[in-house]
């Protein structure tokens, strides 16, 4: 994998629940950037349970980058999630995040350029169309997943913002880095239909399942057999299928130069 951008259209879907199961479920170290301009950090106060103040915010991260610190900067900006993942929290409040529009051109080269260290990247970026929305991370993403749930009125939502994210990618040149991802396969439409009314692929489909969903969205007890739950086990399926589709877009795009 490489660097992963989750956005949603409407709702709450399940951006952060899934950034943080994608994570945490994962083989390999992961950076969760929480670029949400809600503000108001959803991972510190629900995943960590606000036990963790940490010293720095992505405002921060906007100060070092002025100064052309960036790179150096983001190491420090980073609180232990688990042994394999870390994550940059975002902003206190969302008056914060509407000054963060140049931070997020160059933190998306910075965010690549980890790809070398074996890390993987996974951006939460909240709700499309928000002041201070990181729309370059969307732009500069290896994959763009427009998170839904499979009903008739998270589709509805999704349907213009989707269209949207489709003409931007389309004229960018790279149509194939956006995907659906489906947050309840079968609750009640399945991929196909969800890919027709979307016109977008499904890039992964996780299963319905509201306890182990709590584990990652307000840091809940893990239920017994958390390890083989249907949104874990979907989770790590979810794993193979996107790296299948980011590997296979890097060699179509090696095959067009
Ligand atoms: N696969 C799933 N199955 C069932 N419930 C889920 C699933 N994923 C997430 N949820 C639940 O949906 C709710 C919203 O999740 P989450 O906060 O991750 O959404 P979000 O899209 O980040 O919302 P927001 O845009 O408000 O930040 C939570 O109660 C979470 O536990
Ligand atoms: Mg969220």
Known sequence: MALIVITSASGSPGVTATTLGLALTSTRPTLVVEADPTGGSAILAGYLRGGTTPPDSLIDLAVANRHGALAEALPRMTVPVSEKVSFVPGTRSHTQARSLGALWESLATVLRGLERTGQDVIVDA?????????????????????????????????????ESLRDDFERLGGAASLGVLMIGEGHPYRAREVRSVLQIPVAASLAWDPETARVFSRGAKAPKRFDTSPLVRSLRAAHDRLEATVESNRAELERAV
């Open 126 to 162: 909240g709700r499309l169309g928000l002041l201070g929305s990181p729309e370059p991370l969307i732009r500069a993403a290896d994959l763009c997943l427009l998170a839904t749930r499979s009903d008739l009125v998270s589709l509805s939502a999704a349907r213009s913002w989707g």
